[in-house]
């Protein structure tokens, strides 16, 4: 926005002073004496430290000493060492810096005068019950919030600015309740509708949408200091992943506040806590992990256990609570003993690694557990079970050599890929053409009526393959991933699958999982690997057909490696005792050809195969287990670990025992068993009479929508941090907070509803004057968008947006040379499927070395928790956005966009892509100055004409604020 002259001028020599209404005692002491207090003697004399016995946080201490006699500011001793001339007597001591201004001595005195009042710090106070003023200006009041603001604008002869333009309201409204852009066509609906609350159904509409979960999540990671990684030089990767979906998951359910609490730091203690509260206490496993040779894993599980104690001081409390770590806080009423109280919460957790199977995952997994059990209990049968078993299945053979394969007559073949497919004359099928590279065969025949107990599949060789075959591989290989039976159009479970020969590795029952990464193949370690092989998958049950029916055999091939399909094979079916399809083809043969077998050598093969079965069931587990997506989480230590004071924070160096406990400045924890818990914990930090949280997460939501919290300092309500602008208003807000019952969205609803969020952000010469840094809000303030949200920005603009939702950390373009000033030089290889458009918030954030996009615009460093983004402004900034190859690709996505419009004039596609980008239509200066750049573009470079015009929109200062 432009400033005028004499804007500039003001700007020049520092803003006027205009009279404030007389403050009350407590609130005089709060805003006007604690403030210096706090600054500039609570170090030598506060909670932690009293030199000369003076004690000044409390009332009684100061007075009694007689440093303090109320009423009597010459009389008082703490004056008179302020005012001293004596640099040996003044306070406070020359060597700290630190010197009181006139307006400070003055309000001292004030202070005597009216009998030295305090105050207890308005943080800790539990009663909330505050009632909005009547507003003067009803039509401007759109709730309680503008009535507290009006209130205090109106005593400095301020009111509320015009409200913003309904264009401009809909883009602020859309990029902070979702972090996209609106498009074209839902500005303009807006901009039309009539309707008194059309803007309710708007607010409505965005906090119902899946988006607007992503956007709020993405605050609260910061806080939870979330990455990919694990921190450190070696930063080695991590999977965390579905955490950060819980968390989104949970904002877009608006799951109240206190549950969201309990759960994160402590759903492992949860009764029969369930997978998703399990998932949710890897908000405690967001801590850096040093993976470093020779280090001592008891310090930095100490390290990480402090991180956790800071952390929930941080987020929930607002208090500065790691300054206790090493002695009592030198200015808030935290001692080391109850710092280290809450630090045995979590001293007594274990760090876990939780699987998550999806329902398909649990439901194979179920069913080889089963068999291994089953399995496992044949194994263990008596001999006398054991020999019956074998005298039947002596007892088969003579019936087994008279049966025969039946070779699959095919009656179509298709591939899913460019390779083709034909059959010969001896019923088998030669793959010819391309070789893709991966591929799925499909063989459709009709089966005679009969049993099916099993399916034969040959792989032969013949001279068109490389080397003779069978496979299509270089080295005449395949891997055969997934063979599937459908019989009358339904799967046909298999069992079991034998070989004549597996390669290592890649065993046979490999293509029972599906798994394209792994498979049936068949190299050898020395001899002739290009010959012909067979395989036989036999049906957990026998097929009995009555009628000739119509099968289908499926053969998908393996994605990795790749071009590794099979050249030539062939099909048949088999009706043997399942018994005898199961043992190894070389006795299937024997059997097969009526030679004799022994009974030492059957039950030798027996026992083999059982114990063959009981090691491929459990591989099969162990590879679903290893494939199973998982995350980080935390879980109680059966016996918890003692708790001891560490002296000057040395955890070396052990000081008295402590229990867990909490500050005996907030309500009394209530445990509620014989020794405390985090559950505890959780429970008290989200009690209704908890002064802190509400006042703290309310304060925060407040910041996401006007840039800085009713209290500036949102990381630090204690003594040290700054006094509410509007406290009675943090009250009603956190008041409204408790009573709705925790509930996020009714907070959001309240701010973006109020008059005060509606209002223009355009520059006012008068709130200059009175109110130089706006924190009274007679206007609304611009935001810088996060960095997140600026890439996220441009994909709605480029139309190349991907909605999707979760998963892993995806890998949008980067510059090479990210990773050269690393210890792990890491290989980044962008996506090019719909993943390299995802979300900002899913790209993959590796702590040590962190995407440009975020390094640039402030994103949070992920080693702490981060309470409140910077805001800078530089010109590498205008560089990224420039020249960036990601926004390079977005801009050329909406220049694409705009010429694939049915638009007859450039003046029409101009006005569209304008519009796009910054939600308004533009002025006729603005619409000239970008035709004439286009124009200018066409000519010299016409190709690019229309990239540079959509890249200069994507880097104007309107694009990347929000107004």
């Not at 162990?622 to 199973?628: A, G, Q, V, W």
């Not at 309310?698 to 700054?722: A, C, H």
């Not at 900002?840 to 981060?866: K, N, V």
């Amino acid at each position: 926005m432009r400033r005028s002259l004499i804007s500039l001028l003001i700007i020049a020599m520092g803003s006027v002073a205009v009279a404030a209404p007389p403050l009350d005692d407590a609130t005089f002491f709060r805003t006007q004496i604690r403030p210096i207090l706090s600054d500039k003697c609570f170090k030598c004399h506060g909670p932690a430290v009293q030199e000369a016995d003076l004690r000044l946080d409390e009332a009684g201490a100061a007075i009694d000493l007689g440093s303090i006699v109320a009423g009597e500011p010459d009389e008082s001793e703490l004056l008179r060492r302020v005012l001293s001339d004596d640099e040996s007597e003044r306070m406070p001591p020359v060597d700290t810096g630190k010197t009181l201004t006139t307006q400070e001595t003055a309000a001292l005195r004030e202070w005597i005068e009216r009998g030295a009042p305090y105050a207890d710090h308005w943080a800790y106070e539990r009663d909330r019950n505050v009632s909005p003023p009547l507003p003067s200006s009803p039509a401007r009041c759109g709730n309680g919030i503008d009535a507290f603001v009006l209130q205090r604008l109106e005593a400095i002869g301020l009111e509320l600015a015009e409200p913003a333009e309904r264009a401009t309201l809909i883009r602020r409204v859309t990029l902070d309740l979702t972090g996209l852009l609106p498009s074209v066509d839902e500005v303009e609906a807006f901009v039309a509708d009539e309707r008194p609350d059309a803007y309710d159904r708007l607010v409505d509409r965005l906090l119902a949408s899946p988006h607007h979960g992503e956007r709020q999540a993405r605050h609260w990671l910061d806080l939870a200091r979330y990455a990919d990684s694990n921190g450190f030089t070696i930063d080695g990767a991590r999977s965390i992943w579905p955490y950060r979906d819980w968390v989104i998951k949970s904002l877009n359910a608006n799951k109240p506040f206190d549950e969201f609490t309990i759960e994160q730091l402590a759903g492992d203690l949860l009764p029969e806590a369930s997978l998703d509260q399990l998932v949710a206490t890897g908000f405690q496993r967001n801590t850096p992990l040093n993976e470093e040779g020779g280090t001592d894993p008891e310090q930095f599980r100490v390290e990480r256990t402090v991180d956790r104690t800071n952390t929930i001081g941080a987020v929930w409390l607002g208090l500065t609570v790691g300054c206790a770590q090493c002695h009592d806080h030198k200015f808030d009423a935290i001692s080391q003993r109850e710092y280290y109280q809450l630090y045995a919460f979590f001293n007594s957790a274990d760090e876990a690694n939780l699987r998550l199977p999806s329902p398909d995952e649990q439901r194979k997994l179920d069913e080889l557990r089963e068999t291994l059990e089953r399995l496992k209990q044949e194994q263990s049968q008596t001999s006398d079970v054991r020999r019956a078993e074998l005298d039947q299945l002596i007892a088969t053979i003579p019936h087994e050599a008279t049966r025969e394969w039946k070779a699959v007559a095919p009656r179509a073949i298709s591939t899913e890929q460019s390779s083709m497919l034909s059959a010969l004359d001896d019923a088998s099928i030669l793959a010819s053409g391309d070789v893709p590279t991966t591929d799925v065969y499909h063989v459709a025949a009709t089966l005679p009526a009969g049993k099916v107990t099993s399916v034969r599949l040959e792989a032969l060789t013949h001279p068109s393959l490389p080397k003779g075959g069978p496979g299509r591989a270089g080295n005449g290989n395949f891997v055969l991933s997934r063979f599937d039976l459908k019989i009358g159009g339904r799967v046909v479970p298999l069992r079991r699958a034998v070989a004549d020969h597996s390669q290592d590795d890649y065993h046979v029952s490999l293509a029972l999982t599906g798994d394209r990464s792994k498979g049936w193949a068949i190299s050898t370690t020395s001899g002739n690997q290009n010959v012909d092989r067979t395989a036989v998958f036999v049906l957990a049950e026998p097929v009995d057909l009555t009628v000739a029916t119509d099968a289908e055999f499926v053969l998908a091939f393996a994605t990795q490696p790749s071009y590794y399909s099979l050249g030539r094979f062939r099909l048949s079916t088999g009706d043997f005792d399942s018994r005898i399809a199961s043992l190894p083809i070389a006795l299937q043969r024997r059997v097969a050809s009526g030679a004799a077998l022994a009974e030492s050598e059957l039950l030798a093969v027996l026992n083999e195969a059982e114990t063959e079965r009981v090691k491929e069931t459990e591989a099969a587990i162990k590879r679903i287990e290893n494939d199973l997506d998982s995350t980080l989480i935390l879980r109680q230590r059966p016996e918890p670990r003692v708790s001891h004071i560490h002296k000057r924070g040395d955890f070396l160096n052990l000081g008295d025992e402590v229990q867990p406990g909490t500050l005996a400045a907030l309500p009394p924890l209530e445990p509620a068993g014989e020794f405390a818990t985090r559950l505890d914990l959780a429970r008290w930090l989200v009690r209704d009479d908890q002064p802190l949280t509400p006042r703290v997460v309310v304060n925060r939501i407040w910041q996401q929508y006007f840039g800085y919290g009713l209290v500036e300092t949102e990381n630090d309500l204690g003594m040290q941090g700054s006094f509410p602008t509007h406290p009675q208003l943090l009250d009603w807000l956190a008041e409204e907070f408790v009573s709705s019952g925790w509930d996020l969205k009714h907070i959001h609803r309240l701010i973006v509803t109020s008059e005060t969020y509606r209002q223009s952000s355009a520059w006012r010469d008068d709130t200059f004057v009175k109110d130089a840094r706006n924190k009274l809000l007679a206007r609304q303030n611009r935001l810088r968008l996060d960095a997140e949200i600026l890439r996220d920005a441009a994909l709605s603009a480029s139309d190349l947006f991907c909605d999707d939702i979760g998963g892993p950390g995806v890998f949008p373009p980067q510059p090479d040379e990210v990773f050269s000033f690393t210890q792990s030089q890491r290989k980044w290889t962008a996506d090019v499927n719909g993943d390299r458009y995802r979300r900002g918030m899913y790209t993959h954030i590796w702590r040590q070395s962190q995407h440009p996009l975020l390094t640039t615009f402030d994103g949070a460093d992920a080693q702490t928790s981060c309470t409140r983004r910077n805001r800078s402004n530089t010109p590498l900034q205008a560089l990224h956005l420039a020249n960036d190859e990601a926004f390079i690709e977005l801009a050329e996505g909406l220049a694409e966009r705009v010429l694939a419009a049915d638009m007859a004039t450039d003046v029409d596609r101009v006005e569209l892509a304008f519009r796009t980008c910054l939600g308004r239509a533009p002025s006729s200066e603005e619409r000239e100055a970008l035709l004439a750049m286009l124009h200018d573009q066409q000519t010299k470079h016409p190709d690019t004409a229309w990239l540079m015009l959509a890249r200069t929109l994507l880097n104007v200062d309107e694009f990347v604020t929000r107004e």
